[in-house]
C-alpha cells in the first residue's frame, strides 16, 4: 500500500509568515505553484496560503445588508466583513494565510489522503515529522501515484 512518503514532493517551496503579499505572488508565479506551506524560522508549520487567499485580497468588498424592522436595524453578515476588510488590508503572508491547517504524516495512506482531499476540498496537503514540514502532496502527486498503482 503506497503512502505520502512514496509519492510526495520533497523539495516543498515554503513561505515565512513576515514574508510580503507581493513577495508571495513572485513566489508562486516563479515556481508555477498554486499554494506554500507557511512556516516559522524552525520550519514549523505555522499556516498555508494559496492563490485564493491573494485573489480574495483583491476581491470586491461585499457592504453586508442591512434590514430595518419596526425601529431596530439588523445587519446580516456582519461577522464576515471583519474578515474581509481584514484580508483586503493585508500587507503579509502571516495576515492572509489559513490557519486552520489540515496536514498529514509520512505514513498516511493513498487512500486516506484522496478521501481527506475530497471531503474537505483540499488541493495540497503539507506531509510533517513531527512539528517539521518535510513534504507536501497536492493533487497531481495522488493521480499519478495512483496511475502508478494501477499500472502494477
Same mark, same amino acid.
Given at each position: 500500500?503506497?503512502?505520502?512518503?512514496?509519492?510526495?514532493?520533497?523539495?516543498?517551496?515554503?513561505?515565512?509568515?513576515?514574508?510580503?503579499?507581493?513577495?508571495?505572488?513572485?513566489?508562486?508565479?516563479?515556481?508555477?505553484?498554486?499554494?506554500?506551506?507557511?512556516?516559522?524560522?524552525?520550519?514549523?508549520? !505555522? @499556516?498555508?496560503?494559496?492563490?485564493? =487567499?491573494?485573489? &480574495?485580497?483583491?476581491?470586491?468588498?461585499?457592504?453586508?445588508? *442591512?434590514?430595518?424592522?419596526?425601529?431596530?436595524?439588523?445587519?446580516?453578515?456582519?461577522?464576515?466583513?471583519?474578515?474581509?476588510?481584514?484580508?483586503?488590508?493585508?500587507?503579509? !503572508? @502571516?495576515?492572509?494565510?489559513?490557519? =486552520?491547517?489540515? &496536514?498529514?504524516?509520512?505514513?498516511?495512506?493513498?487512500?486516506? *489522503?484522496?478521501?481527506?482531499?475530497?471531503?474537505?476540498?483540499?488541493?495540497?496537503?503539507?506531509?510533517?515529522?513531527?512539528?517539521?514540514?518535510?513534504?507536501?502532496?497536492?493533487?497531481?502527486?495522488?493521480?499519478?501515484?495512483?496511475?502508478?498503482?494501477?499500472?502494477?
Amino acid at each position: 500500500m503506497l503512502k505520502a512518503r512514496d509519492f510526495m514532493t520533497r523539495d516543498v517551496v515554503t513561505v515565512s509568515p513576515e514574508a510580503t503579499v507581493e513577495e508571495l505572488a513572485k513566489l508562486l508565479s516563479e515556481h508555477q505553484i498554486s499554494g506554500a506551506p507557511v512556516v516559522d524560522a524552525d520550519n514549523r508549520l !505555522v @499556516g498555508i496560503v494559496t492563490e485564493n =487567499d491573494l485573489i &480574495s485580497r483583491n476581491k470586491r468588498l461585499h457592504i453586508p445588508t *442591512v434590514i430595518r424592522l419596526f425601529d431596530a436595524f439588523f445587519v446580516l453578515g456582519s461577522g464576515r466583513i471583519n474578515d474581509e476588510m481584514k484580508k483586503m488590508t493585508a500587507s503579509t !503572508v @502571516g495576515e492572509i494565510c489559513a490557519k =486552520d491547517i489540515v &496536514s498529514i504524516t509520512e505514513d498516511t495512506t493513498l487512500q486516506e *489522503v484522496a478521501t481527506i482531499m475530497a471531503e474537505q476540498k483540499i488541493h495540497s496537503l503539507p506531509v510533517l515529522r513531527a512539528d517539521a514540514v518535510v513534504g507536501i502532496v497536492g493533487k497531481a502527486d495522488v493521480v499519478r501515484a495512483i496511475s502508478r498503482n494501477v499500472s502494477k
